[in-house]
């Protein structure tokens, strides 16, 4: 079964800095997708960003960006300059991409992020 | 507008009594799933159907059912046998299974 870890439960950060989440994930496989996903306080889900296993280049959305790592397992996710609209929880989050069609998305358990004006 | 509806945004349930909670889509997804989420804890599986008329366990489906008689609609019933029912619940779809997916706003359910 695939598992998917964030070690950082809350952090905070002063508008306009730069700050880092951290994901690991654990798998045998070699097929699959990341996903960084946003939830502010209102609860909807709003996808950050996305990569592909077999990508080597990082993915980028204007200013989130991930520093993807494949041998080392790890997915984390770079805010840069930061605004107070990014205050929400982070979930980290791995699929399987098999033949059989039956792929599950597993979430981590969060990071609650914070920016201070 | 695209996107994913759920309905109601809250709901009060007595113990013992079974509810259904409404999620429909109009983005022509193939796929569809429910997930709940507990303070602390990340979204946990439920139910997902990747095709009307179709749709598996995810990892938490004990005492919760599905139906997928449209491609539009995929409700969820929380019945009485589900122990810990106070959540909140997520509706998702994807293109297909395995793509990204959408979410819809969310219900709270509250057992009195």
Known sequence: AQTVTQSQPEMSVQEAETVTLSCTYDTSESNYYLFWYKQPPSRQMILVIRQEAYKQQNATENRFSVNFQKAAKSFSLKISDSQLGDTAMYFCAFILISNFGNEKLTFGTGTRLTIIP | ?112
């Open chain 2, 1 to 112: 507008d695209g996107g994913i509806t759920q309905s109601p945004k809250y709901l009060f349930r007595k113990e013992g009594q079974n509810v259904t909670l409404s999620c429909e889509q109009n983005l022509n997804h193939d796929a569809m799933y429910w997930y709940r989420q507990d303070p602390g804890q990340g979204l946990r599986l439920i139910y997902y159907s990747q095709i009307v008329n179709d749709f598996q366990k995810g990892d938490i489906a004990e005492g919760y059912s599905v139906s997928r008689e449209k491609k539009e609609s995929f409700p969820l019933t929380v019945t009485s046998a589900q122990k810990n029912p106070t959540a909140f619940y997520l509706c998702a779809s994807s293109i297909k299974v395995g793509a990204e997916q959408f979410f819809g706003p969310g219900t709270r359910l509250t057992v009195l």
